[in-house]
Each structure stands twice: as C-alpha cells, then as structure tokens.
C-alpha cells in the first residue's frame, strides 16, 4: 500500500513564503514523476509543479520565478517552496505521484491560505 502524506500548508499574508513537503511511503521502487497541484474554491484543480525522474520540471506560468520545486528521489519526497505568495495562490494544495501512467498516488492536500 503507498502513502502520500502533504504537509507544510498554512496561513501567510501575501508576500510571504511557504515549504510544502510530501513524502511517499511503501513497495515502491521509483516514481515517473512527483508534484503538486492546487484547488481553488470553485475551480478545478490545476498543475503547479512538476518534476520528472529524469529531473525534468515544468511549472504553471502564473508561480514561475516564485515557486521551486525539489526532490529527493531516494526517499520518494518532493518539497515545494513557495515564495512571494499572493491571495490567488489560495487553494488546497495536493502531492502527486505516478508510478505509471495508469498508477497516480495523491495525498489528501494541505490548506495554504494568503492573506491580503
């Protein structure tokens, strides 16, 4: 059984920084990808960040140069470090893991709330 466990979510005014950490647990060898994506109130959920085995990353257009996305793939764990925040990046943020491409982990997301 794998485990996706978020954590690092939390109240920040806008300007201010926030780690996200997600962490895989279980009988697994390797991810194709890990990453977050982020649920608005109202809105679907979208792609934030992302980065592949092969150490290829891609980021919604709206975070690049605030948000960093890292890994350590060793231990199947993928940071988020979001700096710069402001009240639209509100949203529940969830870890992503793809085994393949019919196997995907989430985790049950982490609440990031920026304040005006």
């Known amino acids: 059984q794998v485990r996706v466990v978020e954590s690092g979510g939390g109240l920040v005014q806008a300007g201010g920084s926030l780690r996200l950490s997600c962490a895989a647990s279980g009988k697994i060898l390797s991810f194709v990808s890990m990453g977050w994506y982020r649920q608005a109130p109202g809105k679907e959920r979208e792609l934030v960040a992302r980065i592949t085995a092969g150490a290829n990353v891609d980021y919604l257009e709206s975070v690049k140069g605030r948000f960093t996305i890292s890994t350590n793939k060793a231990r199947n764990m993928v940071n988020l470090q979001m700096n710069g925040l402001k009240p639209e990046d509100t949203g529940v943020y969830y870890c992503?893991?793809?085994?393949?491409?019919?196997?995907?982990?989430w985790g049950q997301g982490t609440q990031v709330t920026v304040s005006s």
């Open positions: 992503n893991a793809v085994l393949r491409a019919d196997i995907v982990y």
